[in-house]
């Protein structure tokens, strides 16, 4: 079932929103050569605390930490450690922050020094595919126009898309209906109405499609080892569009 959510549950959201925004931004303060993911965990985890809201990432499904941090072929999942970021990387960071009974979902993809610039083009495609998908957001619309929109301009920029992960409805629980593909076909699955609240994410690669999961059970990685970027937002449909709830 996919819930709509009220204006007053939507203010709601728009708060937790605000926190996971202002998450991320702390984070990128801190994100240099040198720092290990696992001190970027704890400082996520102290600010959102600090702010009231709840790390939900924490302990769902047994993951053992604040916020996922993804290093280059890592897609997804990666869980923070002592590993070091390096010149040349690029981090995706993705996290739920609870606040007032109420999830925000965002990711965004970071590049820490020089890289090629075929690197640099798959982050900056990957956000624009986000943005490419969410200008099909609005009542009547339905689930597959985004899905189409993204493949679309990732395939016309020589980049593959992730199929076995996908985006999701969102609201009192992280996860909710509908799942929202990265590909797919116009005019196909549900209709968006009003009040729906959805965490959009393309996964794009710069080779192939194919990915697997490491031996920790969570982090996902490209199977041929080309680099991964991964950016999110929640939003809301809107009577004439969308909102972003995680924006500033």
Same mark, same amino acid.
């Given at each position: ?18 926190l996971?925004?202002? @998450? ?11 720092? @290990?993911? +696992?001190?970027?965990d704890q400082?996520a ?8 809201g709840?790390p ?39 996290? @739920? ?21 075929e690197? +640099? ?15 099909? =957001? ?6 597959? !126009? ?6 679309t301009?990732?395939h ?5 898309? =992730? ?7 969102i609201g009192? !629980?992280?996860?909710?209906?509908? !799942? ?7 005019? @196909?699955?549900?209709?968006? +109405?009003?009040?729906m =609240? ?9 080779g192939?499609?194919e ?24 939003v ?6 969308y =909102?972003?709830?995680t924006?500033?």
């Open positions: 079932m996919i819930n709509i959510k009220s204006d007053r549950e939507i203010d709601l959201m728009k708060q937790a929103g605000h996971n925004y202002l @998450t991320h931004e702390e984070i990128k303060k801190h994100l240099k050569v040198g720092i @290990t993911t +696992k001190e970027l400082l985890h102290d600010f959102i605390i600090k702010n009231g709840v939900s990432c924490l302990g769902y499904d047994g993951f053992p930490a604040s916020i996922c941090i993804s290093i280059n072929d890592e897609v997804v999942h990666g869980i923070p450690s002592n590993r070091k970021i390096k010149n040349g990387d690029i981090v995706s960071i993705d996290f @739920t922050v609870r606040l007032n009974g109420y999830e925000s979902d965002a990711a965004r993809t970071y590049i820490i020094g020089n890289v090629p610039n690197i +640099k083009d798959l982050v900056k495609n990957t956000e624009q595919a986000l943005y490419e998908g969410l200008k099909e =957001v609005r009542p009547g619309a339905r689930i597959g !126009d985004i899905s189409n929109a993204i493949e301009f990732a016309k920029h020589g980049l593959s898309v =992730v199929e076995e992960l996908v985006g999701h409805g009192s !629980d992280m996860h909710e209906s509908p !799942d929202i593909p990265n590909f797919g076909a116009r005019g @196909t699955g549900p209709i968006l +109405k009003e009040g =609240v959805l965490a959009i994410e393309p996964m794009l690669n710069l192939g499609k990915v697997c999961m490491l031996e920790d059970d969570w982090t996902i990685v490209t199977t041929d080892e080309s680099p991964s970027a991964h950016f999110e937002h929640t809301a449909v809107i009577k004439d569009g =909102v972003i709830l924006g500033e």
